[in-house]
């Protein structure tokens, strides 16, 4: 048998050596591309392109762009669809398989958890290593190195003890700072930090949290210390602490789901970025397309005050396990057990200001799904972009938006981690991170009712070359989703 194999071998050896040479670069030709997508109007927001041409894919990289036919192993026909750079989601909590089989079907081919971030980054990056469908990567979180350092209860992913409500001690502050400065040194893209859920960190340590993503040129990507409309305590004030924070350390300032900060003060926010910005600053933001937030119950989101300060009540409040709206009763008992609500907050007015501007990336802030009626957001946010706000309601052109969802968050990100130069653009050489879909039809079908749907108009998602997505379903079997992560060093 294996005589017999050695043999035919070496007859084909022999017989491909024997092929005229002509014969042979056509055979190689043929071969040129693992996947042709064939006929897409192609679009990238790098370059402006905006026309009907073919894309080779070898390698796993994008290696032509081309109005001439290209031939290759398989082909995609994307006649009447859109081929995009694959969607960089900077704000994604549920970092799990189901998360990323979601993220997949709306476009997402890397998904980032920068605002909380881990206390471990090697850890986590070593649990995902060869097992994701699309790329993945995390920042080095306050919050969660706050809870270990000051010994809040471990587990979840937000404080309720000393990390929310106590000062740190100066012996406190250097271990916090050393635990921060060894996560960059593990590669995390950015900081994580949510002051809104450790009040009991004082201006000052924040101040020094940003002087070590400043020594990395690492952005930190904060949920400010208010998110509400009562004087003193407003989303505006809180911006400024940051901003200060970012004045006066050199870090880039990157401030999270600017919407369920700012309510309905949220063009203010907005224009403190954008004037921060022309006045020199490295500052951006992001938010998600709903009238909702979603938090844990028994965070300090929730401390006295919060009707007030978020103009909402107890109705407005729905608790993700069962969908149910709280009351006064509910709402205590809830509290005391702890667990995921959705808090609707939001003025469509400021999801709709913010999603049209075009300094504001859009990021999904999905959560694990911990609950039948967690929110739609991390199912379906960029799907809901294109469909909602950008065919149906048309607050905002397709190729702007497109540049909010991959050219952007890709530049946040690449001057720390140079992995991001290759992605969030059609062009050769970049990594073949493709979504494929039909402008005509692209929808969101998660809601606050039924929000473990899949998007639709989405058939094809390429990751690194790889289709995850054909004809609208998931592909059995891939895994290459790759850890997006900064350089390591000693
Ligand atoms: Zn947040």
């Known amino acids: 048998m294996h005589s017999n194999v050695a043999k035919a071998a070496l007859v084909l050896l022999v017989s491909m050596a024997a ?103 090697d850890r986590w990056y070593a649990a995902r290593e060869g097992k994701a469908l699309i790329n993945f990567g995390v920042s080095i979180g306050h919050i969660p190195v706050r809870m270990k350092v000051l010994g809040d209860p471990q587990g979840g992913l937000l404080p309720t003890g000393p990390a929310s409500y106590r000062a740190a001690t100066t012996e406190e ?125 028994q965070s300090a989101i929730f401390d006295p005050g919060w009707q007030e300060n978020m103009d909402i009540t107890y109705k407005d409040i729905q608790w993700a396990a069962t969908g149910e709206r709280l009351t006064a009763e509910t709402f205590a008992k809830f509290r005391k057990e702890g667990g995921i609500v959705v808090i609707h907050s939001i003025p469509e007015e400021a999801a709709r200001t913010a999603v049209a501007n075009p300094i504001v990336m859009i990021a999904s802030d999905g959560m694990p799904i911990t609950g039948a009626k967690v929110h739609p957001r991390g199912q379906a946010t960029f799907s809901r972009v294109l469909g909602h706000y950008v ?34 653009r059609i062009r050769v050489g970049a990594d073949a991170d493709i979504t494929i879909f039909d402008p005509a039809r692209v929808i969101d079908k998660a809601t606050f009712d039924d929000p473990l749907q899949y998007s639709d108009g989405i058939p094809f998602v390429l990751v690194n070359g790889v289709v995850v997505v054909k004809d609208s379903q998931l592909v059995d079997g891939v895994r290459p989703g790759r850890a997006a992560r900064a350089p390591l060093a000693n």
């Open 173 to 297: 502050l250097a271990r916090m700072t050393a635990a921060m400065d060894n996560g960059f040194r593990q590669g995390a893209l950015a900081e994580g930090m949510g002051i809104n859920y450790t009040p009991g960190a004082t201006h000052w340590e924040i101040v020094e949290m940003f002087k070590v993503a400043a020594r990395y040129g690492a952005s930190v990507h904060v949920h400010l210390r208010y998110g509400g409309l009562k004087e003193p305590n407003t989303g505006l004030a809180a911006l400024e602490e940051v901003l200060a924070a970012a004045a006066a350390t050199g870090a880039p300032l990157h401030v999270v789901h600017i919407t369920s900060m700012g309510l309905k003060y949220t063009p203010q926010l907005i224009a403190m970025v954008k004037g921060a910005q022309e006045h020199g600053l490295d500052v951006t933001t992001e938010c998600y397309p709903y009238t909702a937030g979603s938090t844990a119950l």
């Open 19 to 121: 092929f005229p040479s002509t014969l042979r670069v056509r055979a190689a030709a043929d071969e040129a591309y693992d996947i042709a997508i064939l006929n897409g109007r192609v679009m990238d927001p790098d370059s402006g392109l905006d026309a009907i041409r073919n894309v080779g894919v070898r390698a796993g990289k994008i290696a032509a762009i081309s109005a001439t036919p290209l031939s290759a192993k398989s082909t995609i026909d994307a006649k009447g669809l859109v081929v995009a750079p694959g969607f960089i989601d900077l704000h994604e909590h549920g970092q799990e398989p189901r998360n990323y089989e979601f993220q997949a079907h709306d476009g997402v081919t890397t998904s980032l958890e920068l605002e909380a971030g881990t206390d471990d980054v």
């Open 391 to 424: 065919r149906d309601e048309k607050v905002l052109d397709l190729m702007t938006a497109l540049r909010k969802m991959t050219l952007m968050p890709a530049q946040r990100l690449e001057k720390r981690a140079s992995v991001f130069k290759g992605k969030g």
